[in-house]
């Protein structure tokens, strides 16, 4: 007789996926291994193959579920006033407590086959065509070209993506004044362009 799925199996695989996230992003992907993953998280290393076939597996996991969140988040948002407004803030609100996915998404993402990068590569391109298009909303004809509007893209990304490496919540500007003030350089720059 087949054994039923335990009550608590999504509870466990989240906080295996975030203490893996944790551990892989301190110690470098390439050399964090699946007992360390274990280790780190508190359970056992059978328990972790339990759940996951390989190390690359727990890793595809971790950056799906970690995109997949972002990527439902920004489907929701209602487009209309305010849009790259409230894109920015979902964006940034939702990357609270990921820095370890992050790093990984940096770090780790070319670790995976072609076929499991490919999949995480075109969530990320969705979620930039979803900041583009607001982009091109805001910019009233001065993002035509499709070269500098992935450009002004890519460049709102990387002040959102890398918000971690420079903020502590304890000090300085909070996340939600971070993201009006990265709204408002982004308005008043892409209107002088």
Not at 100 to 105: G, I, N, R
Not at 125 to 146: R, W, Y
């Amino acid at each position: 007789m087949a054994r039923g799925v335990a009550r608590d199996h999504d509870e466990k695989r989240r906080a295996i996926r975030k203490g893996a996230a944790d551990y892989f992003a301190a110690h470098g992907y390439d050399r964090a291994s699946m007992t360390g993953a274990a280790q780190h998280c508190g359970v056992s290393k059978a328990l972790i193959y339990h759940y996951y076939a390989s190390k690359d597996a727990l890793l595809y996991d971790i950056l799906h579920s970690h995109l997949s969140e972002l990527a439902d988040c920004v489907a929701k948002i209602e487009k209309g006033p305010e849009y790259l407004r409230r894109l920015i803030h979902a964006i940034l609100m939702a990357y609270r407590d990921a820095d370890s996915e992050h790093k990984l998404q940096s770090d780790a993402l070319d670790a995976l086959a072609a076929p499991e990068r490919n999949r995480l590569i075109q969530i990320q391109k969705n979620l930039i065509q979803a900041m583009g298009g607001a982009l091109v909303v805001e910019s009233k004809d001065t993002l035509k070209d499709p070269v500098r509007l992935h450009a002004v893209t890519m460049t709102v990304f990387g002040m959102l993506n890398w918000f971690y490496m420079w903020h502590r919540p304890t000090k300085g500007i909070s996340r939600k004044a971070y993201a009006d003030l990265l709204t408002d350089m982004v308005l008043g720059g892409i209107k002088g362009l």
